[in-house]
């Protein structure tokens, strides 16, 4: 094990914790590095230590990892002010911790002459690394798991806002309540979410409004009307990142909403557009999984789908 | 490194290979009037908890105690994998952690915070330590151990329903299957034969040897509680130095719509009742 505690400052002055590790000896030699950045908030090591579990297929691939506590999470340095989960994710996806990723690859750059980055992670770090590659050139790849398109905490319903895929499966459950007499008690008893029943039951009913134009020249425009919590920072720097010829690995789990609203809600709009890029954008589901990979199996096809990609990619 | 100040904080290895344990360590902001080491929740909790012990230690530092958070091996950056880990090991490196913030702070008087599980194996690291550790505070103690894996074990049973649309293995199924050699999984985790003896060997009521010296247990209140439970209040009428606390602290070890950054009732608790002992 060459794990070695990385302490920076970000442009505010927080010391962010980190953990670097280098390829073992032997490993092929590679200017490629990877940035595993803070899921949620379950800081640089992820839910059942995702992370240590996903950096051995880039390590023994000779690229070397870094794994990131951002501000104000996990070890690090800094507060943040939100108090409802929500409203923090909101935060992260609209880009708040971009510099702290930005304070890590400058770091590698510096201190190991590393001078292309794969920059990714789970859910919010996934973002966080889209988000970084605007901004810096250094990205040459993003890696995503359960890569949020829309922006949490709009202000709407919930049922509003639920995909397609998502009706399908909430009507799917509550149908199969039907000869269930608690399930009964609780409708009667006023304890039900009517709102998410009727939504599921009449998907046409009660469906959220649909989102502004995206103004960014680097949008093309959209070939159906987009949703309304679509993540405004999410398609131009998705495009930007294929127009500027990156590759990304997405991979998804079957079981999880946010594979839906990729789907539906960023694939459908401009599904002509992104076939441009089918060269470039590698998509995987993963059947069944949970938005955590919480299953050895889930966990064995997440670090084949990688490996198979970093050695399409980088080999 | 490449701070522009230095750290006030700082993140250490303690050991190296299988025993690496990865440490942090926060030094009082004053005279130091104690040294704390704090026990971690288990597997999925501690994570969850992660940024409310950062935040204790923070505060514990600045009201004058030097405090050390580590990561027990099988969890966060220390040593093994999760399945190799067991209670004996945790306990063993609740012992190294008490042992490194004795080197470096030069003090022989050590105060065990721990929090769930992390509070019966520090209970337990106390009486193996007794001449370095003086004290022992829980938060939301977990008296049955046995009662907590099957807590644990809900959570396969709530993936079981979601793959399968069924559950086919209850509880004793699952523990049956566990003492037969099978890993079972609970949200990543896997809990094997090892783990689940250990645990449910912590049955903190039924050990004499617990809880002699100064303790403070501090209980989460069910529903309208609100004096101790009968068998916290039993333990403590043979236990005289044995102090119990109530406070609704909202359950910030699991997923719940808040973002958890303070346990402020444990919080207050614990540092009034370690003013206590250093008076």
Known sequence: ?315 | MSAARPLIEEPVFLGSGDERLFAFLHPAAQAARGTIVMCHAFAEEKLWSHRVYVTFAREAAQAGFNVLRFDMRGEGDSALDFEQSTIETRIEDTLRAIAAAKNRWSTHDVVLVGHRLGGSIAAVAQTRAASDVRAVAIWDPILDGEDYFGQLLRSNMTTQMATQGKVTRMRDALIKAILDGEVVVVDGYGLTADLYRGIAALRLAQREELFQGPALLIEVPKGEQNAPSEPLRVLASTRPRLQLALEAEPPFWRETKQFHKRAGGFTADTLEWLNGLTT
């Open chain 1, 1 to 315: 094990m060459s794990e070695q505690i990385v302490s920076l400052r970000n442009s505010a002055g927080h010391a962010l914790h980190c953990m670097f590790e280098l390829p073992p000896p032997g490993a092929p030699k590679t200017d490629l590095g990877c940035v595993l950045l803070s899921p949620g908030v379950k800081m640089r090591v992820a839910p059942h230590r995702l992370y240590r579990k996903l950096a051995a297929e880039f390590l023994e691939r000779g690229i070397a990892v870094m794994r990131v506590d951002f501000h104000g999470l996990g070890d690090s340095e800094g507060d943040l002010p939100e108090q409802q989960l929500d409203q923090l994710y909101r935060q992260v996806q609209l880009g708040r911790h971009v510099d702290d990723a930005r304070t890590a690859l400058r770091w590698l750059q510096r201190e190991h002459g590393l001078k292309r980055f794969v920059i990714g992670g789970l859910c919010g770090g996934a973002l966080t690394g889209l988000l970084a590659s605007e901004v810096d050139e250094s990205v040459v790849a993003l890696y995503a798991i359960g890569i949020p398109v829309v922006l949490d905490a709009s202000g709407q319903h919930e049922s509003q806002n639920m995909t397609q895929g998502q009706l399908r499966d909430m009507r799917g459950t509550y149908l199969s309540k039907l000869m269930n007499p608690s399930a009964w008690l609780r409708l009667l008893s006023f304890k039900s979410d009517f709102r998410s029943i009727l939504r599921s039951l009449f998907p046409k009913l009660g469906a959220g409004a649909k989102g502004k134009t995206v103004s960014d020249t680097r949008v093309p425009p959209p070939e159906s009307a987009t949703a309304a919590n679509l993540n405004p920072k999410y398609a131009p720097a998705m495009f930007g990142l294929l127009q500027r010829n990156r590759s990304a690995l997405l991979i998804f789990s079957g079981a999880d909403r946010l594979q839906f609203e990729y789907q539906e809600k960023f694939v459908a709009p401009w599904r002509a557009a992104l076939e441009k890029f089918a060269s470039l954008l590698t998509v995987e589901v993963i059947p069944q999984a949970n938005h955590v990979l919480g299953d050895p199996a889930w966990m064995a096809q997440a670090r084949v789908l990688t490996g198979r990609w970093l050695d399409e990619r980088f080999k």
